[in-house]
């Protein structure tokens, strides 16, 4: 997250999940939904793993704005959608972090066909 504290950096580089609520037209909350998230440099990025059409993904990239939490970081963000060249890097990040959970997994948020749902939190 750009101009993040360095607290929150560390946070998210130390969390496997992270808990995402977008913020309705009425100003309330969707129900949190929880996705993996990875930092890339002094930025954070979430991708959605079942494509454009995932509901919460939809809701979030209409909203460009939400709440999210992860280990200590509870704070509201704004989603911008990053620059297309930062796509292996993110790739790279996501293998680094989540390869454990072996191939299929890892794959569903890696690659050309997911670089189209990758968003970028910011503070707000």
Known sequence: ??????????????????????????????????IWTVRVGDRVFIRSAHGPRNGWFRRAHAAGTSHVRAGTVDRDVRFVVPESDLAARIDAAYHASYDRYGARTVNSVVGPDVVETTLELLPR
């Open 1 to 34: 997250m750009t101009t993040c504290m360095a607290a929150e950096l560390v946070a998210f580089e130390h969390t496997d999940e992270l808990a995402v609520s977008s913020d309705r037209p009425d100003g309330s909350r969707r129900p949190e939904v929880v």
